[in-house]
């Protein structure tokens, strides 16, 4: 089965896609309700469970102590490469972007009952551009789990990637990527405006790479998982080396524009090439 093909044709001429770049403009994040059928949901969380399973937790307080995060998932799931390449997604990433534009990361992210709320932090703080500026990332989240009030769904600041050097208490810092910082954020770094983005399961955020925002407190006894491919620029460095984390004989079986949005494309007029040409021709090499 391939996972976003099933229950909807997305036809862009539609007044609904006006009306979720307007949101996304205005307050650089949309939720696009229940895209993902019950059907493509369980097929993605049965692949991701072998990793969930092994219960790995979080090395610092940006990862979280109480959660999961499966890397590399291109190389663990198929059905992981259906989102990235979900139309609605690529939509909003190719425009804001470019047509050429790669994955960046793309992670599940499973908080644990008792994980607290992470550092504010926007996804394209690791490039030292000064605000306010272009996006230069695209981020978005599908909620593979109901995202509530109490089991950590994302909060995120509307309006924030408009700012310029404001900062929100409680925001990333280096330390908070420092192994021996393992301390719980507080409550009390809750920004002004910020909003929690409930979602049911199957539902899309997709948001701006300057957009503040922050993984929610899991107050709930159950976890909440969602998976997040983020898209960067084709003249950009992905945050995950894609060509290094999908083995070859992955990538061989995955749809074209996956291999593409892995790197296996170039960047016009010749970024991206390798020995000299381009590079989905290694695809093909024995
Ligand atoms: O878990 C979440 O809801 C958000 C996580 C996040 O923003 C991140 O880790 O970059």
């Excluded at 409680?170 to 908070?176: I, K, R, S, T, W």
């Excluded at 399961?201 to 709930?220: D, F, P, Q, V, Y």
């Excluded at 070859?248 to 960047?267: E, F, N």
Aim: proline letters at 5%; hydrophobic letters at 40%; charged letters at 20%.
């Amino acid at each position: 089965m391939q996972v976003g093909t099933e229950s909807k044709q997305f036809v862009w001429e539609r007044s609904e896609y006006q009306s979720w770049l307007a949101q996304y403009e205005r307050d650089g994040f949309v939720v696009i309700e229940n895209v993902l059928s019950d059907a493509e949901l369980a097929l993605v969380k049965s692949e991701l469970q072998p990793y969930l399973d092994q219960n790995v937790t979080g090395r610092n307080n940006f990862e979280g102590v109480r959660s999961n995060r499966i890397y590399a998932t291109l190389n663990k799931s198929v059905a992981v490469a259906e989102l990235c390449q979900h139309p609605l997604a690529l939509k909003f990433a190719e425009a804001e972007l470019g047509a050429s534009c790669l994955l960046s990361a793309c992670l599940a992210i499973n908080l644990l009952p008792g994980e607290s709320v992470q550092p504010w932090h926007y996804d394209t703080g690791h490039l030292e551009i000064p605000r306010p500026r272009a996006a230069y990332g695209v981020s978005t989240f599908w909620a593979l789990d109901e995202t509530t009030d109490i089991n950590g769904a994302t909060e995120v600041i509307p309006g924030s990637h408009l700012w310029g050097t404001e900062v929100p208490a409680g925001a990333l810092d280096d330390d908070h990527f420092a192994a021996h910082h393992l301390e719980h954020e507080d409550e009390v770094d809750c920004a002004e405006g910020a909003i929690k983005v409930t979602m049911a399961a199957g539902s899309l955020m997709i948001a701006k790479g300057t957009l503040w925002h922050r993984g929610g407190a899991n107050e709930s006894d159950a976890p909440r998982l969602i998976l997040t491919p983020q898209y960067c620029p084709g003249w950009s460095r992905q945050l995950e080396n894609m060509m290094a984390a999908v083995s070859r004989s992955k990538v061989a079986a995955l749809p074209d524009r996956v291999q593409q949005l892995i790197g296996y494309s170039i960047h016009p007029p010749f970024m991206g090439y390798v020995d000299g040409v381009h590079p989905a021709r290694v695809l093909s090499d024995k």
